[in-house]
């Protein structure tokens, strides 16, 4: 089984269940003891608490010859203690609990505590994973910001850091109304976790049925690496490339307007009088930029191209989310909440974010709030937004002003032109500007 909180999980199998696999395990449970006195609702029941330990103790003596004398010296304490008051507090309930069970040899014991690296957790079980890391490597971490001993505690053991020859691991939690829990652990001596190489390489084949079949971690998951999986993915993948995707057509009326500029340009043009000369110039100087030759549509067609499709940023977004979660794509809904069902916290979020933006080249924003986006399809919808910003009315408008004062690029809708080019009637609407400009037939009348 795997016994776990909010943030560890613990193996917990037979040894030869462990040893099919050609491993070996890193400690052994030695007896473990919940119980709850009912004694208060927030206080600490000490004596009960010191009743407890001793009892745990009494039955791994029982059951596997051990003597806690011998124990004391070669055992860390990974305590509970939430730095509160010694009196009435969980300091002043453990040690009480340690100087009943060990008597005299209780400052042998190594005492170590991690809160205040953690501060407090909620049901993470952040102890369990580290009281197990102290057996495998036999060292302990520093008891942090200890700078004086409680006197009222006595004499204790407290760790300062390093290297400690411990065998056993006592690890106790106390929780509200008076309940109280505890594991005796003993180191599992020998040296790599991998003990059989060649039998660990054979179960994989085994539970596989294959005999090519390989470990993999992925994500922190371990699981059996599939070349077909693998295939898929890359086929998706290629699938969805942008180079693929086809650019969305010219609308008919702007290809209808352009065409009827190339015609009005193409007609031949009698000898004029004056005026209608200056007229006709400006005509043509603003209409060839639209139509004229190999440079007409550079600009904005290159742009266009620039700014993927709603499918193509989709797709992106959930491969980062997938890679951020270990979730498949497939499996990533869009109206899934990023923090209660994909357990993404703020600041996975905030990560996750600022690669969406280094994708599609969003700039920053100091004033984004993580909570008006909490889920896939709000992210999405914001990406969408910014690339609709930046790719689509920037472009078309803010590039047309540049293009037509240059005269050198051609400008892809004809519409958005025209008010600039109509002399005096710039600033009327598209129909009334494209009406006051006089056509070829016109200028010859």
């Known amino acids: 089984m795997i016994p776990g909180m909010g943030a560890v999980g613990l193996v917990v199998e037979e040894e030869d269940a462990c040893a099919q696999r050609g491993m070996r395990g890193i400690a052994r449970l030695l007896g473990s003891v919940l119980a709850n006195s009912a004694y208060h609702g927030t206080r600490l029941d000490t004596e009960h608490i010191a009743e407890m330990m001793d009892r745990l103790v009494s039955q791994v003596e029982r059951e596997h010859g051990l003597d806690r004398k011998q124990l004391a010296g070669q055992t860390v304490f990974v305590s509970h203690e939430t730095y509160t008051p010694a009196r009435g507090g969980s300091a002043a309930a453990e040690i009480k609990a340690l100087r009943r069970t060990f008597g005299d040899r209780a400052d042998e014991v190594v005492v170590?505590?991690?809160?205040?690296?953690?501060?407090h957790p909620m049901g993470v079980g952040i102890e369990d994973a580290v009281a197990v890391k102290m057996l495998e490597r036999e060292t302990v971490p520093p008891i942090p910001n200890l700078q004086e001993?409680?006197?009222e505690l006595g004499r204790l053991n407290l760790s300062r850091g390093g290297h400690y020859d411990v065998r056993y691991a006592l690890r106790l939690?106390?929780?509200?109304?008076?309940?109280?829990?505890?594991?005796?652990?003993?180191?599992?001596?020998?040296?790599?976790?991998i003990a059989d190489r060649e039998r660990h390489q054979a179960w994989p084949a085994e539970i596989a049925g294959r005999p090519d079949a390989r470990l993999e971690v992925v994500n922190k998951t371990l699981r059996i690496h599939d070349e077909a999986a693998g295939l898929m993915e890359q086929h998706r993948n290629a699938g969805a490339a942008p180079a693929e995707r086809q650019q969305p057509a010219v609308e008919p009326?702007?290809?209808?307007?352009?065409?009827?500029v190339v015609e009005t340009g193409a007609k031949e043009q009698p000898p004029v009088t004056e005026p209608a000369a200056e007229t006709t110039e400006e005509v043509t100087a603003t209409t060839e930029p639209q139509v004229a030759g190999e440079e007409a549509g550079k600009p904005v067609e290159a742009a266009a191209a620039a700014v993927p499709g709603a499918e193509e940023v989709r797709e992106k977004i959930l491969a980062i989310v997938a890679e951020?979660?270990?979730?498949?794509p497939?499996?990533?809904?869009?109206?899934?909440?990023?923090?209660?069902?994909?357990?993404?916290?703020?600041?996975?979020?905030?990560?996750?974010?600022?690669?969406?933006?280094?994708?599609?080249g969003i700039p920053k924003q100091d004033d984004l709030k993580l909570s008006d986006y909490p889920t896939l399809g709000h992210i999405i919808e914001f990406a969408l937004g910014k690339l609709g910003e930046a790719g689509g009315g920037a472009v078309t408008a803010a590039g047309a002003e540049e293009q037509v004062a240059g005269k050198t690029a051609?400008?892809?809708?004809?519409?958005?032109?025209?008010?600039?080019?109509?002399?005096?009637?710039?600033?009327?609407?598209?129909?009334?500007?494209?009406?006051a400009v006089p056509g070829a037939e016109e200028v010859r009348e």
């Open 112 to 119: 170590a505590n991690t809160k205040g690296y953690t501060g």
């Open 149 to 151: 001993p409680d006197p």
């Open 173 to 193: 939690a106390a929780g509200f109304g008076s309940q109280v829990t505890m594991t005796l652990m003993e180191k599992i001596p020998g040296g790599e976790r």
């Open 253 to 260: 009326a702007v290809t209808e307007k352009r065409q009827q």
């Open 324 to 328: 951020k979660t270990g979730y498949p």
């Open 330 to 360: 497939e499996m990533l809904e869009l109206d899934l909440d990023l923090e209660a069902d994909l357990g993404i916290d703020t600041v996975k979020q905030a990560e996750m974010f600022s690669e969406v933006r280094a994708a599609f």
């Open 410 to 435: 051609g400008e892809e809708v004809t519409a958005t032109t025209e008010p600039q080019v109509a002399g005096e009637e710039a600033g009327k609407p598209v129909e009334a500007a494209a009406a």
